[in-house]
């Protein structure tokens, strides 16, 4: 009986923690789905780089993954089956060492992936006043998360032989003086990056430390189904 009631408390348990790392497989997709679909922020200034987009493209088929591995583990558990269960276990180790891989890559190319969106933004400072869409996309960037150049204001007169656009004003509903510095923003738009990669990989630590548990709970539920016999 008490064996009984423990295989029951960790059927509940694996089906609760499916249910809330397929919460967080949707964080992560969601947050791809942003990074990739917001058109006045970073993923505009690469169409001409890949790389970055493989990032962030790779980012939400893992939230995707995750939200599949997720349902599959929660109807498994319900269903009581061996090979639902053996199928999601495979299915989650793997994904259990490709995340771990992705959160160790996080970490290494953190500052590659920053230096290299700060070059291919800096390149296009010189077109600001000549392009329409060019302007469009640092006016949209700057306004809408308070930042001003990539690493601050001044690169606007090192990268665009520019003084800072209206958009850098800290009263954005107003023009300022972008020659005095205490009217401009001086924080720069890739420390935004910087957020965006740890809110990034903190998600996944925590999916990964659930991933865990569940690779646990599933394979003591599928040991005490086949000892009872089940064969579906």
Not at 50 to 68: E, H, K, Q, R, W
Not at 98 to 119: C, H, N, P, W
Not at 151 to 171: A, I, M, Q, R, V
Not at 210 to 232: D, P, Q, Y
């Amino acid at each position: 009986m008490a064996a009984e009631g423990c295989t029951a408390c960790v059927k509940w348990l694996l089906i609760a923690i499916n249910a809330v790392t397929w919460l967080f497989g949707g964080a992560i997709f969601a947050l791809g789905i942003y990074i990739r679909a917001t058109e006045g922020d970073f993923i505009s200034f690469t169409e001409d780089d890949s790389s970055l987009l493989t990032v962030t493209n790779f980012f939400i088929a893992l939230g995707s993954i995750i939200m599949i591995i997720g349902f599959l583990g929660c109807f498994g558990a319900l269903r009581e089956s061996l090979c639902l269960l053996m199928t999601y276990f495979i299915l989650l180790l793997i994904i259990f060492v490709l995340q771990a891989t992705a959160i160790i890559l996080v970490f290494l190319y953190r500052s590659y992936v920053e230096d290299k969106m700060g070059e291919i933004m800096k390149k296009t400072m010189p077109q600001y006043e000549t392009e329409n869409g060019t302007k469009g996309i640092w006016d949209r960037l700057q306004r809408s998360n308070g930042c001003c150049g990539v690493d601050g204001p001044k690169d606007w007169e090192t990268w665009g032989s520019l003084k800072p656009p209206y958009s850098c004003c800290k009263d954005s509903a107003a023009e300022c003086n972008t020659t005095i510095s205490y009217e401009i923003i001086e924080k720069g738009c890739v420390s935004l990056l910087q957020s965006y990669l740890t809110y990034v990989a903190i998600a996944m630590i925590v999916v990964a430390s659930l991933e865990l548990l569940n690779l646990s709970f599933a394979m003591a539920i599928f040991c005490n189904l086949r000892k009872e016999g089940t064969l579906v």
